[in-house]
């Protein structure tokens, strides 16, 4: 099981960026998969998440701005940001885990539940 993220970078207050998390060593069609964060001297915390059948849960610190959506041909998971702020800043990871579709959601607040599979992350810098 590896996930690998790409698409970092360092982007100007107002633009847009993708992530994408490309997943290997298994099918992630019924895996509950997600989008975290972890800002420097904070505590990570979970930006977004999508379920088996696709539905979605957002952090309100991003609700409106970002868009996670998976595509399972390919096993890629993706995260599109726009609107960025300088409180984006962060190094951004993906996760991936069998839980049950009533426990694969981010909250408001950014909690989460325990993921396994993790990938190496991807620093998002916005100025």
């Known amino acids: 099981v590896q996930l690998v993220e790409s698409g970092g970078a360092s982007v100007q207050a107002g633009g847009s960026l993708t992530l994408s998390c490309t997943a290997s060593?298994?099918?992630?069609?019924?895996?509950?998969m997600g989008w975290f964060r972890q800002a420097p001297g904070k505590e990570r915390e979970g930006v977004a998440a999508i379920d088996s059948d696709g539905s979605t849960s957002y952090a309100d610190s991003v609700k409106g701005r970002f868009t996670i959506s998976k595509d399972n041909a390919k096993n890629t998971l993706y995260l599109q940001m726009n609107s960025l702020k300088p409180e984006d800043t962060a190094v951004y990871y993906c996760a991936a885990d069998l839980i049950p579709r009533s426990w694969c959601v981010v909250t408001a607040t950014g909690d989460y539940p325990d993921f396994g599979y993790w990938g190496q992350g991807t620093q998002v810098t916005v100025s």
């Open positions: 060593g298994h099918t992630y069609s019924s895996y509950c």
